[in-house]
């Protein structure tokens, strides 16, 4: 992968590991919080994740028609 990509997709990684840290700490504090925040974090890990599918896989497609 070029630069852009590396730099792309160790984005979009980071961001999924927002989403998922002090998860227990804030179900302990407030749990209806907690529940509303985990699905919204879901939906973002899942968003996340098709644009870090998507990205690579133009990485993949952009290589094999540059050979």
Not at 7 to 36: G, M
């Amino acid at each position: 992968m070029n630069e852009g990509t590396r730099t792309k997709v160790n984005k979009l990684v980071k961001d999924i590991k927002k989403v998922t840290t002090n998860k227990s700490f804030i179900l302990q504090n407030n749990p209806s919080e907690a529940k509303r925040n985990c699905i919204s974090g879901i939906k973002r890990i899942f968003s996340t994740v098709e644009a870090l599918n998507n990205t690579i896989e133009k990485a993949i497609v952009n290589q094999r028609t540059s050979k």
